[in-house]
């Protein structure tokens, strides 16, 4: 007896399958599309072309292209970003400094992420979504940071993660994408001893 007839079961044909190199080139392409024409202009259809796959191949897996935008940002949270643990406050401010500039010099994501922005104010879902991914990771990284400097007794108990966050990490993020200027030389390194500073005072 074949295990279909033990189980019941019928195995999917070929075209129930969904190949994980389709999918991989559908996200790949959502990027490409997002930084090419933004959120608001994105369609299923330029979605397909540029990942070399027919409509349907989208449809199968999400059913809109707000459901595949939300996909893609929910995997990026989940990812997350790890915490530092150089042994100093400063060291661990200039890490993440370093991992956040990385992240948003990134061609791709220096384009996505303020469409995504503009889009969060009219869509609550998409606001959700981007919440989680740039937010919610990036204050458990921060908070990681402050109570280990508290342990240290580097800074004091009351210290607020939220307030640490908003000295680490907005200026970085109002150079890099809103001003869009360049990091000159050293620029990261006076940024962190900036940060620390403003932290212990």
């Known amino acids: 007896m074949t295990s ?3 189980t019941g079961r019928r195995t999917p044909a070929g075209a129930a399958v969904l190949r994980e190199d389709v999918t991989d080139a559908i996200r790949a392409a959502v990027f490409e599309e997002l930084a090419a ?5 994105m369609s299923i259809e330029g979605i397909a072309r540029r990942a070399g796959v027919g409509k349907t191949a989208v449809y199968r897996r999400w059913k809109s292209k707000l459901s595949l935008v939300l996909d893609l940002v929910t995997a990026m949270a989940s ?14 401010v200039r890490a993440v400094l370093e991992l956040a500039a990385y992240a948003l010099r990134h061609p791709v994501a220096s384009q996505v992420i303020p469409d ?69 030389p050293g620029y990261l390194d006076d940024l962190a001893a900036s940060a620390v500073r403003a932290l212990k005072g």
């Open 4 to 6: 279909e007839r033990r």
């Open 116 to 184: 995504l922005l503009v889009e969060a104010a009219r869509n609550p879902e998409i606001s959700g979504a981007i919440k989680a991914a740039l937010l919610d990771q990036q204050q458990g990284v921060a908070a990681v940071v402050v109570r280990a400097a508290v342990a240290r007794g580097e800074l004091p108990e009351d210290s607020d993660p939220d307030r640490a966050l908003d000295l680490i990490v907005g200026p970085l993020y109002w150079r890099l994408v809103v001003v869009r200027g360049g990091l000159p």
């Open 79 to 92: 990812q997350g970003i790890p915490a530092p643990a150089t042994g100093s406050l400063y060291g661990d």
């Open 37 to 41: 024409v933004g959120f608001a202009r």
